[in-house]
């Protein structure tokens, strides 16, 4: 036993790296879970933002464009610089004629929100990140769907 000195340091020096490794890709999985919660809530309050101003008049038809320029302006007021990153897209797509009005579709808005996770810890880019792995990046996508505010004429 006398020629066992230093043999706790190389158990450690082999172990650590392993161990450290571990610790940064539980943190790195914690940190994309709190971004996915934050970029699915952030979806949904653009597309309630956009359910209220997809139609200009009383019974009019919607328009994603104008849903569309009123979440990202909403969007650059929530994330000030980091929203030049995130995309956000309205589709409406109409789900059936009211029966209790004539003439009245009821139609949603459909928001898609892409929100990048810049990863954070070492090592773990190389497992998680979208290509090219290199940037450390990875891309979450969001998806809601809104019914559209109508409000009709008395």
Same mark, same amino acid.
């Given at each position: ?8 340091? $190389? ?8 161990? +450290?490794?571990? $610790?940064?890709? $539980? ?9 996915? $919660? ?22 009019? *038809?919607? #328009? ?5 320029? =009123? ?6 007021? +929530?994330?000030? =610089? #980091?929203? =030049? ?12 004629? #009211? ?30 990140? #979208?290509?090219? *792995? ?11 769907? +809104? ?8």
């Amino acid at each position: 036993m006398k020629n066992c000195k230093g043999q706790s340091a $190389i158990e450690l020096l082999l172990v650590l790296p392993i161990f +450290m490794l571990l $610790i940064f890709f $539980i943190l790195e999985l914690g940190n994309i879970a709190y971004h996915t $919660i934050l970029a699915n809530h952030t979806s949904y309050e653009l597309a309630r933002i956009g359910s209220m101003v997809a139609v200009r008049e009383h019974g009019g *038809k919607a #328009d994603s464009y104008v849903a569309e320029y =009123r979440m990202k302006n909403a969007l650059e007021k +929530m994330f000030k =610089r #980091d929203a =030049r990153y995130m995309s956000v897209s309205a589709v409406i797509q109409p789900t059936g004629k #009211d029966p209790q009005t004539k003439g009245h579709v009821n139609e949603d808005l459909i928001v898609t929100l892409v929100y990048p996770i810049r990863l954070i810890f070492p090592g773990t880019k190389y497992v998680f990140a #979208d290509k090219p *792995k290199k940037l450390g990046k990875k891309r979450v996508k969001a998806v809601v769907r +809104m019914p559209i505010e109508k409000p009709l004429l008395n």
